[in-house]
Nanobody
Framework: EVQLVESGGGTVQTGGSLRLSCTASGFTIDAIEMGWHRQVPGNDCELVSSIYDDGSQYYADSVKGRFTISRDNAANTVYLQMNNLKPEDTAVYYC???????????????????????WGKGTQVTISS
């Protein structure tokens, strides 16, 4: 069974840090583009960051310089290190395989549209001001 399990969410103050983890089972992460999406209430589902099978990375402009994505192939796990967190980073963060640029829909709708993709259940990140 293909499964993605996220962990590491929580509540921190502005300027704080969190590290999200996504452990995959049923497939190997080194052969696919892995991504972190987030859902801010009322917004579209946003691709925050992704890591390609060749190790190259993508970051949304809003998180460049603050977030770092990495991958541990031996642990079949993808990480998202989030530093200098801001209140606007408050969202539910989803681990997704493969990563996609999603336009015009929220993440729950995207999970239905791209039902053949693998989605985690999501982890809440809350930044207090």
């Amino acid at each position: 069974e293909v499964q993605l399990v996220e962990s590491g969410g929580g509540t921190v103050q502005t300027g704080g840090s969190l590290r999200l983890s996504c452990t995959a089972s049923g497939f190997t992460i080194d052969a696919i583009e892995m991504g972190w999406h987030r859902q801010v209430p009322g917004n579209d589902c946003e691709l925050v960051s992704s890591i390609y099978d060749d190790g190259s990375q993508y970051y949304a402009d809003s998180v460049k310089g603050r977030f770092t994505i990495s991958r541990d192939n031996a642990a079949n796990t993808v990480y998202l290190q989030m530093n200098n967190l801001k209140p606007e980073d408050t969202a539910v963060y989803y681990c997704v395989a493969p990563a996609r640029h999603i336009v015009g829909v929220d993440c729950l709708t995207a999970k239905q549209i791209y039902r053949r993709d693998s989605w985690g259940k999501g982890t809440q990140v809350t930044i207090s001001s």
